[in-house]
């Protein structure tokens, strides 16, 4: 059905008119649309049916080769001012990138059928919600975005009602990687991308609008759009504290998202709802404190590692009606990834399995599902005014230094703990594999603007009045020499949280050191947990000599972004540097390694 709202009419006729589509078609999110969506695709061979009788409503999608991540690469944000998108950005001038895109569009939907999908990101009655457009040509994407977003005739009436929106093109085009760019325009609200069928670069609501344009928004609005998870812990008093966390991609948003208590916190009654495992929106509510909303409806989560000791909630949610990407298959066509008992006989790419030929399923297999799905799926998350947000949690793969938790001392502390986050990076996006990376909040990929003007965002959140989350530092990935975890992860990540909501409700004291304030002796509950004596130890020293390193190695890194610094950063970065100088050699007492 057309629209009523003739700017998104005759946006839809002009892309028609580029692209010349055999047909258009605008998507209400029924099941009868869905379940045609769905034949036709299975009849192309763009989705194979897997073991019904195992998974119900599960299909497998195999991306190309090529194209299997993200492509930082290859993602621009097209700002008139080249200085407003940052280092952190490519840039390319508004005017050449359209151009370019254009010419890639040219007649590109030839024979093929033109989708029209109007989504909403966030609960529809919600204020907090924005809508969006996708125009695409692959019906992956459409039924993904099914999953991701609210989308179909809901959204589009809101659309039809505000009259703003924002408009994301998309085609598969030849998958060529040399013809495969992304890029944004967030000054017109706008985005074009071509050349790949994979997550973010095609479900334009995800990362394209929700993060790189919905961030630009959000700093000339006054709110934050972020690279995070929300989860609810409820206590055995019936409490809820409401967490955001912010680790870089595949770095565990979704499994602390899912988290499943250890056995004697369940038995204590302690309780996790899930609202949201990539994407957090939150701005301060008339009470000063910040309240958050997951835009999202679905998730796109990473399938390998994923399984019933880890995350066996995630296992729950995919059991059924569920679009899998780029795993493996058994030889009863059930689905399969490196984590799962059993043994693949099919690859990712359709392959009989040879272990010569690496990792059966892809490292960046994904699944697409319905949040519904999901057993702790909170029902907070329909919330139109979001959920208050007591904690905001930064952390990254760090093989060493980064103790297993620490708290800022304030605001100021905690936004220069975001800024220095470092992480390995992981196969979420093309490229080496386990390299130390900053990666500022986990936006480094995602960041629509200049970092040195997103850190000042940050700061004034600090103002009158403001009731600001605590912020915490975490990691759940520091090895010993072996090269082993330290931390068992995963679940028992609830003992670190836990410590959390006591120093917000100010049961737990801490330890201050110059770094942060880490848990006193015997603050981190052990009880059940068969950690090495010693261990805990480890996780929570300060080395000093490897901080004064960091410290300095944090400094250069500020200095990047030049004069669009806040002033207020690098000074705090100066006075943590200074308490390092100023304390003695050993917060703690040393430990042999
Ligand atoms: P994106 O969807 O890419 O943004 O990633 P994500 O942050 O949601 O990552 P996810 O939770 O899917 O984690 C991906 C990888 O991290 C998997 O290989 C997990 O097994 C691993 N992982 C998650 N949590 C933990 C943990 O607590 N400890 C350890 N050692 N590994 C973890
Ligand atoms: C990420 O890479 O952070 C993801 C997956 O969440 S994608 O949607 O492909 O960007
Ligand atoms: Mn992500």
């Known amino acids: 059905m057309a629209s009523s709202l003739e700017a998104l009419r005759r946006w839809v006729d002009e892309t028609a008119a580029l692209t010349r589509p055999a047909q258009v078609h605008w998507c209400d999110g029924s099941d009868a649309e869905y379940r045609g969506l769905v034949e036709a695709m299975l009849t192309s061979g763009d989705l194979l049916e897997l073991n019904q009788a195992t998974h119900p409503g599960c299909y497998l999608h195999r991306s190309h080769p090529s194209d299997v991540a993200r492509v930082e690469h290859l993602t621009f944000v097209c700002t008139r001012d080249e200085v407003a998108a940052g280092p952190n950005n490519h840039w390319m001038a508004p005017a050449t990138a359209h151009a370019k895109m254009d010419a890639l569009f040219d007649g590109c939907m030839q024979g093929r059928t033109m989708y029209v999908i109007p989504y909403c990101m966030g609960p529809i009655d919600s204020p907090l919600a924005r809508c969006g457009v996708e125009i695409t040509d ?11 977003t609210r989308m179909g005739a809901a959204a589009q009436a809101r659309i039809e009602r505000e009259g703003r929106f924002v408009r994301g093109l998309h085609s598969t085009g030849e998958l060529d ?29 995800k990362k394209c609008h929700a993060l790189r344009i919905a961030s630009w928004q959000a700093r000339d609005e006054g709110w ?87 995350n066996p909630n995630a296992l729950a949610t995919i059991a059924h009606d569920t679009i899998f990407t780029n795993v493996a298959l058994t030889a009863d066509n059930q689905p399969w990834w490196e984590g799962l008992p059993g043994t693949p006989a099919i690859d990712w790419q359709g392959r009989s399995y040879d272990a010569a030929n690496g990792p059966a399923a892809h490292p960046n297999a994904r699944f697409t599902v319905s949040a519904k799905q999901c057993p702790t799926w909170s029902p907070k998350a329909e919330d139109a005014q979001g959920v208050p947000i007591s904690a905001i949690v930064f952390g990254g793969r760090r093989p060493s230094l980064l103790p297993l938790v ?138 000093r000599a490897g901080w004064q390193a960091e410290l300095a190695a944090i400094g250069d890194y500020l200095q990047s972004f030049g004069a669009r610094l806040p002033p207020r950063l690098r000074a705090e970065q100066q006075r943590v540097a200074q308490a390092l100088e100023d304390t003695p050699a050993r917060t703690r007492h040393a430990i042999a390694s």
């Not at 991308?193 to 095609?202: D, E, F, P, R």
């Not at 068992?488 to 409700?505: A, K, Q």
């Open 138 to 148: 692959s019906p992956y994407v459409v039924a993904n975005m099914r999953a991701m």
């Open 177 to 205: 990687p040399e013809r495969r760019f992304i890029m944004h325009f967030p000054e017109e609200l706008t985005i074009k991308s071509y050349g790949s069928g994979y997550g973010g670069n095609a479900l334009l609501g």
């Open 224 to 310: 934050l759009a972020e690279h995070m998870l929300i989860v609810g812990i409820q206590n055995p008093q019936g409490k809820t504290h409401y967490i955001a966390a912010a680790f870089p991609s595949a770095c565990g948003k979704t499994n602390l998202a899912m988290l499943i208590p250890p056995e004697g916190y369940r038995r204590d009654g302690w309780k996790v709802w899930t609202i949201g495992d990539d994407i957090c929106w939150m701005r301060p509510g008339s009470d000063g404190r910040l309240y958050a909303i997951n835009p999202e409806a679905g998730f796109f989560g990473v399938a390998p590692g994923t399984s019933q000791d880890s």
């Open 406 to 543: 620490m708290e800022a001392n304030d605001w100021t502390h905690g936004v220069l703990m975001g800024a220095a986050m470092g992480s390995e990076t992981t196969a979420a996006a093309t490229g080496a594999v386990g390299v130390l990376r900053r990666d500022s909040m986990a936006m480094k990929p995602f960041c629509g603007y200049h970092y040195g003007d997103y850190f000042s965002h940050w700061l004034s959140f600090d103002g009158n009045g403001a009731q600001l989350p605590k912020i915490f530092h975490v990691n759940w990935f520091r090895k010993d020499a072996q090269g082993r975890f330290l931390w068992p992860g995963y679940g028992e990540n609830l003992r670190v949280l836990e410590w959390m909501i006591d120093r917000i409700e100010g049961r737990a004291v801490g330890r201050e050191s110059p770094v942060g304030t880490v848990p006193a002796d015997g603050e981190l509950r052990t009880d059940g947990l068969d950690l090495p004596a010693g261990t805990l130890d480890m996780l929570l020293d300060i080395d």
